[in-house]
């Protein structure tokens, strides 16, 4: 697959995220945040087996920073959701 092709398809992968992220409604944004955080770990798995078959400097560069934007997606998503718990705890006087 040709490099014109790749970028094509992030291309479009990225506004259909964008279009589809607009119409969630503000309520359930955050629990589907928390389910996408496994799926981003799958990518990240992902990302980290096309790093290790790398052998071209461009491709290990997109496959570094694949890694790492899928790292901190998922640690981002996790703190989120830690963020989101915490609402529902109870506290000390409630």
């Known amino acids: 697959m040709s490099l014109i092709a790749i970028l094509a398809i992030f291309i479009l992968a990225v506004a259909v ?19 996408t955080n496994a799926i981003h ?3 990240l798995v992902g990302a980290m087996i096309v790093l290790g078959e790398a052998k071209e400097p461009v491709w ?3 496959g570094a920073v694949a890694v790492f934007f899928g790292a901190l997606n998922v640690v981002g998503g996790f703190a989120v959701t830690d ?3 915490e609402m529902f705890k109870k506290g000390p006087g409630k």
């Open 83 to 85: 963020r989101m718990l």
């Open 41 to 43: 770990g799958v990518i």
């Open 60 to 62: 290990i560069a997109v």
């Open 17 to 35: 995220g964008l279009e589809l992220i607009s119409k969630v409604p503000p309520t359930l944004h955050t629990p589907l945040m928390s389910a």
